[in-house]
Every structure is written in structure tokens, then in C-alpha cells.
């Protein structure tokens, strides 16, 4: 890999950052990962990541409004939605905003792994192209 | 006078009416269904549960929030179901289910909660290795040192537990007060110092309830006694999850008539300004505080000191590093003075890579009045070290022990008495401060080098990594001679393996789930297992060494250094997250087990201690309601049941709920074996009109008369027993609930088989018999003994036998359905035949012998 892939996380429940940031880490990203949704948003305003996972249902910002933020800075930055309220209303909305995959929470650190790699593989590839 | 008999007759009359009323059939068995299907869904919930307390799932709050609310409704539908089932005979437990609601949502707003028996003391020998939140984190690590690793700590301790501190608020009506002031501090109308002086003020001026005083004096022996103690702290959450170094006090050296003072020194540090300060910073609720105290006989330690099994300063984790000085272990702790220091190597032989004996000026001792001094050191004992190597490498052997139990770097207290005895004081996570210039680099590319024998293979049971050589077991012998540090290698993961799990580095079994009784036992020693590894057995080698990544599921050939150290120093074990200590904390709530014996006097709704008691009583109530199922379909109408044509004369009556018989089937009253489907009905079939099963060899001529009546069923044999028991099997596709009486024995079978192993289950129960009660108790532990070989969970009581097997697969389930078959076939006339306990092992034999030989065929229950 030349340069890390950059990734931001985003989720109100400090525990979920706190055991993704060093998972993903671990497999060789560059992570930032932040509790406060104003703050990440600040924070995607100033830089782009190649991937965002992002929770849905947070205190201050909806999460669908961050990922339509996201997109529409860095359309090609690669969502990932992870939550706890999964309905399959939410999934097909999040979809329909091109979000790269949809994961309900709880989840296996393995799977959100797998998804993140072929993410990246999705990332990988289209630049070589 | 008439009046009364008058009314209790009106009485009976509405009770026999009410008794006599035609039941439902169909809602009685639709209600027992109920039970069973949220019976199921509550174990699905527990074994969850189970499963994200291992650290493979992210899971965060509302995700217990939510577990807690549908165990809640899960387990209301089921009390009424019973009831309904029963005619309201269970009541109490509306009750029951509310204390242990209650109970648990307690745990999710972080409040401890005790009942009314909950110790106000316990010694260290004899309190619980599971309630921290009793005994406070210290002494829980101090009894498991003691208890689990038989290492040696301070004699004589006393726990004062969190429920003496919570009466201690109480008497001195300090909760509120604490409480308002330290809303006052998070509002920001008053600082942690002058939050901090408020409440000690309090507490130091409180008074000590004589249920407490009393304990202590009793320990220490009062104002008469010379002995010295020490009074430390141990508080919710320090040393066992959260560090807490140094935050508390402990107060040492203390003369026995000082030592409630001490005691309320340290419930007041509880909130030492640096305390407050520590609880706000790990998200902890102020109601999570509380405080046990440990009196321990003083240690007069001629050297004390720390080790850091991970060398800090040059990030090493194959060294780790002892500090030393003279006298008590303040000089350490508190950095007083220059100590020797000595780097080791922690693989064997214990290489001492480094010494440096420091100039030492002080040390500090205890006083004849109480309390310390520090002292000058006379000149010979300035420049000497304080350790041989030999000391060295014990407590280098020892902290590597430390190391290993507990899964992460520690920092170890330790001492030398006058007596030359060592003493481990205390074992705490050692923090190791990240790293921030380093980026993260792909370990798994630093572990290519080492060869891959399994990769992704297996379901985590407890995530980690582990190394060490392989050693299979197969059976209770294996088990004697299983190494410290072992990799533990098996087929089925059966309860009788749980002797050796402390000792395992890491486990690897082919079959077993992450929701069983074993798994629950590995993860409370954070052992990293695999289970579902097939071929394990087959290819790994006693002898060999290997690294078991149970968070990548891979296993390496060697001993892979750099994945071991990359673990040791991940900076945050998700042990100590807050929702990890909540989901251990409901987890200890919901899923043990202390009803096991339906005989008992504690088998009552009041008995129910936990979730899964709860299900399991009404389990147990609902089955046994129902044995009277046949009777219950006598007596209700519009119930269609066929009559099985077979050779084997049972007279078996068969009830369809759905797809249990073959749709093609035309009744013409004559249902035979071969136009059910339902899987476990097929299964248990096959076994039992197999060869020489029913009809075996001649029996003995004298008991040929016993033996016609035996095969007889009840129902032929009118006037001997009721009419109404007749043998039943209720089915579908995938379930049967089979009722058998051959002659006077009782068979229940309630049973499960799907492809998706989850669900799967067998419930068999076996009672009563028609000779004296020595030889119906050898029949049942014959039945123990053989349903023990194919890893039911057996449970004895006199002649009733109740055995379980869950989770395993559709293909296992089958094989054991079948076993069962020729069991019920070959146990039919047995308790007649045993004349003595030997013909057991000779029975046990014979039973083998009818059934081909199974890979499981040499494993023993563990007794």
C-alpha cells in the first residue's frame, strides 16, 4: 500500500470508536474517530477521507444528514453505515444515497473488518484504473 | 353452623367445576408450545449475550438496553403461560420476575444492588471469585491470586464488602448529602477540593454500624490484640477492571483498637479529590462508587518492591523489569528514593539481562506505635543489592503467571517478610502509554514468516491470542497430566474439561458453541478459544507448538513473538470498557444456573436467583404439567390422534401438529413408521426397532411373566393403571414430545432437530420402576453413565434421571435420537436385571456394544 488509506469514524457511543479505531488500525489504515457529530463534521469539511462509517441515529445530527454531507463534498469517499435501529426503510434510504454497505449493530469486528477491505479494494481499484 | 360448610361447599363446587371444565386441548399444548419457543428464544438471548462478553462483537448500550427489555417480555409471556397451563398454581412468580427485573435494570442505571442476605464481611478464603461489585477489585484479584494460582499473598484476610459501605451511608443518612454535593461539582458551583473536604468531613465524623464494628473487632481481636494490620482499599472497579493506582489509600501497620479509623480513612478516599477526578475521566456513574476494605495481618517486609511484566521504557514485552528496595514498599511506589532495578527475560531460563544496584539511602519501617517512619539505612546495606538471582527468578516465574492469567501487562506489588517468605501484595493492569509517532502497520503482514495451519476457520468464543504446545484430551486421564501454558486440543468441548481451562493458554475444540457452559467458563478466564475447528484433532500434534490468534481466527506453527508482544501492549484491552463491565456485570444476573435439582426445596419460584432459573423452573413446571398430557387428551374433544401400527406393541398414539406425517398419507386409521416425518421421531424410531433391540435375546425365564406385562402397554392392561395414560408422541417436522410408559417406567423426550444447530436440543427424562428403589438408582446411573459417553448433561436424583444436550448438529442430534431409541428399547426390563453394582459396568458394556463405535466412545463424564 503506498499511502494509508484515511478513514474517519463516527459514532455518539465511545466504545464503538474505541474498539474500531485500533481494529482498523491494525490492518494497516489511518484512522481518526470522533463522538461528537459538530466536530466530525468540522472535520470533513476541512479534509476528505476514503472511507466514513458512520452510525445513524446520534444526539446532536442525524446520521443520514452527515452521510449526505459527506457525499456531497467527496463523492467519492465510501460510506459505511453501521446502527443499532436497523429497518430495512433505513437500509434501502441509506442505499439509495450511495452508501458502500449497511451494517446492523451489534456486530462482529470481523465482518465490519471484511467490509472496510473491500472497500478499500473497491478504492484501490477504481484509481488504478 | 351450617353456614361455613355451606360456603367451602359452594366453594368446592366452583373449584370441581372449575377443575372438571373441558380443557382446551389445543390451547393447553399451543401454550406449552409458547413456553418451549420462548424458552428457546430466552437461551438464544443468554447465549448472545455470552457471545458479546467474548470481544469479537461491537455492541453498545441500547443494544443491553434492548437484550434486558425483550428478557423482560419474553419472560412475562412465559409466567402466563404456565399459569394458564397449570391453573394459575405459579402466581409467585410475577413476583419473582420482578425482583430480577428490577435487578437488572438497576445494573443498567449502574446501581448496585443487594439482597437482603449479601455478607457484610467475608474472609478472602471464603468470598465469591465472581462479585467484584461485593468484594471490590482488589480483593477479588487478591483471592484469585491466592485461590486460582495458589500464589502466596498476606494471611488473615477480611473483606469488608460494598453493602457494609452502602449501610454505612445509610445509618449516617450521608447518600443524599453525597449526592447533592456532588451535583454541586458537576454543575461547576464548587470545585473537586472543596467537593472532596465536604464529603470526607462526612464520613470520617460517621458512625460505624454495629454490624460492621462487630466484624472487625471479632478479625482483629480488638483493643486487647498486639497484631498489626494493614486496611486497605478496594473499591468497585480498582485493580479488576480500572486501575485506580495509587488513587485510594491503604493504610498500613495499623494496632487492632485503630483499626475502625482506618477503615473510615479508607471509605473516605473513595473520594480523595484525585478519585473523583479518575471516575469522571473512565465514564463511571457516581453511583458506581463504592468501597470494600481489606484487613490483612501486616507484612514486615525486609525488601518490597514492583514489576512491570512489559520493560516501559524501551517498549520491550520480552523483558519484563523488577524494582526493589528495603523495607516497606513505599520507597517504590512513591519514588523516595534510588531502588535497584533488574531486567529479565521472560522465556526461559530467565536470562537477567540487566542490574543496577543503586546507592540507597532510606528506607521506611513500621513504628512500634503504628504507622511508618522513614529511617536511614546503615552503610553495608547502602550499596548491596537487595535480590539474589534466585529471588529474582521466582518472582520473575510468578509475575509471568500474573501475566498469563490475567491476559494483559500487570504491575505486581510484592514483598520478602523478615522470614525470607515472598508475598505478591497486588496485581494491577500495567498502563502502557501509547505510542503516537508510530503509524499503524499491518501486523498480520509481520506474522507471513510463521506458517498457517487453520485460517479463518472456527467461531470465537473468546477473542485473543495464545501460545504453547498442543496438548489433546480426550478423556478425564488426559486431563492429570495437562502442562501450565498448554494449548488445550479436544473434539467436544463437555463440561468436564472446565478443570483445565485456568490452565490453558488458548483452546481449540471441533465441535462445541460459543453459547455453552464451557464457553462461559473460558471466557471467565479470558482463555482465547476457538470452537468449530475441524480436523483440528486430526492435525495438530501433541508436543507441537503453536499460536492461536483467536481474533483473526488463524492458527501459526511456532510460537509467533511478534503477535504476542502486538497484543500485550494493545492500549485498550475491551475488558475494562464501561459497557463490557455492564454486560459482565448483567451477564452474572441472567445466565447461571442454581436450580438444578427439581427435588430440591430451593426448586421455588422465591429459589429463582437468575434469568435462566427463571426459565428453567417454568421449564421444568410446564414439562411437568404436561405429563399428565395424555390424560389431558382424553379428556378434551376434537383432537385427531392416529394409533402407530407396528410390530413393536406399544400402542403409541400420534398427534400431527404439522408436517410431522407424510402429506400423502391417507388415513385409513393404520399410520405406520414409514408415513412420519418428523425428523427426531424417525431418529429415535431407528433406534429403537433396530436389531436386537425390542425383541432381544431370551429373557431369563423366571421374569418372562414380569417381562409380557412390561411390554404391554398400560391401556391393554385395563384396571392395572388409570386409562388415561396411554403412550404419546406429539410432532412436526422437526419436533417431537414423545410420552412413554413401558410398564412403570416414565420416559419423557422432548426434543428438536433442525439444520441450524441453534435450535436443537434433547430433553430426556426417565423415572419410577418396578422393583425396590438400590436397583431403580443403578439403573439410573447406568443411564447416566451412557448418556454421559454421548455429552448429555446428566442430573441424578434417586431413580429420576434428567439429561440435556444442546446446540449440536442436526447430523449429532440424529445419532443420539437413535442412541436413545435402543436405550429406552434396552433399559425397558433393566432395574430387574441388576442385581448388583457391577452389572453396571457390564450393562454399560453391552449397551456399547449394540451401538457402532463412535468416535466419542472413550470419553468418561468427569466425576
Known sequence: MERPLKILILDDEPIVCKRLQPALEKLGYEVESFTDSVEATRRIQETSYDIVITDLKMKEIDGMRFLEEVKSRHPKTEVIVITGFATMETAKQSFRKGVFDFIAKPFKLGELQEVVNRAAAKILGESES | ?863
Not at chain 2, 190 to 211: C, F, M, N, V, W
Not at chain 2, 584 to 601: E, G, K, T, V
Not at chain 2, 724 to 748: C, D, K, P, S, W
Open chain 2, 1 to 863: 353452623m351450617t353456614v361455613v360448610p355451606r360456603i367451602f361447599r359452594a366453594l368446592w363446587n366452583r373449584f370441581k367445576k372449575s377443575r372438571e371444565s373441558p380443557v382446551e386441548f389445543s390451547q393447553i399444548f399451543d401454550r406449552f408450545q409458547g413456553v418451549l419457543q420462548n424458552h428457546q428464544r430466552v437461551m438464544e438471548l443468554i447465549a448472545d449475550l455470552g457471545e458479546k462478553c467474548g470481544g469479537e462483537y461491537i455492541f453498545d448500550r441500547k443494544y443491553l438496553v434492548d437484550v434486558v427489555k425483550e428478557l423482560h417480555s419474553l419472560l412475562l409471556h412465559m409466567v402466563q403461560e404456565l399459569n394458564f397451563i397449570s391453573s394459575n398454581k405459579y402466581l409467585a412468580l410475577y413476583h419473582t420476575l420482578d425482583r430480577i427485573i428490577s435487578q437488572l435494570e438497576a445494573e443498567l442505571r449502574g446501581r448496585l444492588s443487594f439482597d437482603q442476605n449479601t455478607p457484610f464481611a467475608l474472609t478472602l478464603e471464603d468470598a465469591p471469585l465472581d462479585r467484584p461489585e461485593l468484594i471490590g477489585g482488589k480483593a477479588n484479584v487478591l483471592a484469585i491470586i491466592s485461590r486460582n494460582l495458589k500464589l502466596p499473598i498476606p494471611p488473615n484476610g477480611l473483606v469488608i464488602t460494598t453493602r457494609a459501605y452502602r449501610l454505612f451511608l445509610e445509618v449516617n443518612d450521608l447518600e443524599d448529602r453525597i449526592y447533592s454535593l456532588l451535583e454541586s461539582w458537576a454543575t461547576g458551583e464548587r470545585d473537586e477540593y472543596s467537593t472532596s473536604r465536604q464529603i470526607r468531613y462526612h464520613i470520617l465524623a460517621g458512625i460505624i454500624p454495629k454490624e460492621i464494628s462487630k466484624e472487625i473487632e471479632q478479625w482483629t481481636g480488638g483493643k486487647g490484640s498486639r497484631k498489626r494490620w494493614a486496611v486497605r482499599s478496594s473499591a468497585y472497579g480498582e485493580d479488576g477492571e480500572l486501575s485506580f493506582a495509587g488513587i485510594h489509600e491503604s493504610v498500613l501497620n495499623v494496632p487492632s483498637r485503630d483499626v475502625p479509623y482506618a477503615y473510615k480513612r479508607v471509605l473516605a478516599s473513595l473520594y480523595s479529590p484525585e478519585a473523583l477526578v479518575y471516575r469522571q475521566r473512565m465514564n463511571m456513574l457516581s453511583e458506581e462508587a463504592a468501597m470494600a476494605v481489606i484487613i490483612q495481618e501486616m507484612v514486615h517486609s525486609k525488601v518490597s518492591g514492583v514489576i512491570h511484566t512489559v520493560d516501559i521504557s524501551e517498549e520491550n514485552p520480552d523483558h519484563l523489569v523488577v524494582y526493589a528496595s528495603w523495607g516497606l514498599g513505599r520507597t517504590v511506589v512513591e519514588g523516595r528514593d534510588l531502588v535497584d532495578i533488574f531486567v529479565v527475560e521472560k522465556a526461559p531460563p530467565y536470562n537477567i539481562v540487566q542490574k543496577e544496584i543503586a546507592v540507597k539511602t532510606t528506607s521506611v519501617k513500621p513504628t512500634n506505635a503504628g504507622g511508618e517512619k522513614e529511617e536511614m539505612l546503615p552503610q553495608e546495606e547502602r550499596g548491596a543489592s537487595t535480590l539474589s538471582d534466585e529471588d529474582i527468578i521466582q518472582l520473575t516465574k510468578w509475575a509471568l503467571t500474573l501475566e498469563r492469567y490475567f491476559k494483559y501487562p500487570q504491575e505486581i506489588e510484592w514483598a520478602i517478610d523478615q522470614g525470607g517468605q515472598y508475598v505478591i501484595l497486588q496485581s494491577r493492569r500495567l498502563l502502557i502509554p501509547k505510542r503516537r509517532d508510530q503509524p499503524g502497520e499491518d501486523i498480520t503482514t509481520l506474522c507471513d514468516q510463521y506458517p498457517i495451519l487453520f485460517k479463518e476457520v472456527g467461531t470465537v468464543v473468546h477473542s485473543g491470542v495464545g501460545s504453547g504446545v498442543v496438548v489433546k484430551v480426550a478423556s478425564g486421564s488426559d486431563m492429570e497430566h495437562f502442562p501450565e501454558g498448554g494449548v488445550l486440543v479436544t473434539k467436544y468441548t463437555a463440561p468436564w474439561l472446565a478443570r483445565i481451562v485456568p490452565k490453558a493458554s488458548a483452546i481449540i475444540a471441533e465441535r462445541g458453541s460459543a453459547a455453552g457452559h464451557f464457553a462461559t467458563i473460558a471466557r471467565e478466564f479470558r482463555v482465547p478459544t476457538l470452537v468449530g475447528v475441524e480436523g483440528a484433532v486430526e492435525n495438530l500434534q501433541d508436543g507441537q507448538v503453536i499460536t492461536v490468534d483467536a481474533r483473526s481466527r488463524i492458527i501459526y506453527a511456532g510460537r509467533v513473538k511478534e503477535l504476542l508482544a502486538y497484543e500485550l501492549i494493545q492500549p485498550f484491552p475491551f475488558e475494562g470498557m464501561p459497557e463490557f463491565r455492564l454486560i459482565r456485570r448483567l451477564f452474572r444476573r441472567i445466565a447461571p444456573l442454581h436450580l438444578i435439582d427439581p427435588s430440591s426445596p430451593d426448586f421455588t419460584p422465591e429459589g429463582c436467583q437468575s434469568v435462566h432459573d427463571v426459565v428453567r423452573f417454568i421449564h421444568e413446571k410446564a414439562v411437568e404439567e404436561l405429563m399428565d398430557l395424555p390424560g389431558l387428551l382424553q379428556r378434551s374433544s376434537g383432537v385427531h390422534v392416529y394409533t402407530l401400527q407396528s410390530e413393536i406393541p406399544l400402542g403409541l398414539k400420534v398427534l400431527n401438529l404439522g408436517g410431522g406425517i407424510d402429506p400423502k398419507f391417507i388415513d385409513t386409521g393404520k399410520l405406520k413408521p414409514k408415513d412420519i416425518r418428523s425428523v427426531p421421531f424417525r431418529a429415535f424410531w431407528s433406534g429403537l426397532s433396530g436389531p436386537g433391540i425390542w425383541s432381544t435375546e431370551p429373557v431369563l425365564v423366571d421374569f418372562k411373566g414380569i417381562m409380557s406385562s412390561l411390554t404391554r402397554t398400560p391401556s391393554e392392561t385395563s384396571g392395572i393403571t388409570s386409562s388415561a395414560e396411554f403412550n404419546l408422541a406429539v410432532i412436526n417436522q422437526t419436533y417431537m414430545n414423545l410420552h412413554l410408559r413401558l410398564g412403570y417406567h416414565f420416559n419423557l423426550i422432548d426434543t428438536k432437530v433442525e439444520p441450524d444447530s441453534h435450535h436443537n436440543y434433547i430433553y430426556f427424562r426417565f423415572v419410577g420402576g418396578v422393583t425396590d428403589n438400590i436397583r431403580r438408582s443403578r439403573r439410573a446411573k447406568l443411564l447416566e453413565a451412557i448418556l454421559s459417553r454421548y455429552h448429555f448433561k446428566v442430573d441424578v436424583k434417586g431413580d429420576l434421571v434428567v439429561a440435556r444436550v444442546l446446540h449440536l448438529s442436526e447430523e449429532d442430534m440424529i445419532q443420539r435420537l437413535q442412541m436413545l431409541g435402543r436405550l429406552v428399547g434396552f433399559t425397558r426390563q433393566l432395574d430387574i436385571q441388576l442385581q448388583a453394582d457391577e452389572d453396571i459396568t457390564n450393562f454399560v458394556g453391552i449397551f456399547m456394544s449394540l451401538n457402532t463405535p463412535t468416535e466419542e466412545g472413550t470419553q468418561w463424564k468427569d466425576h
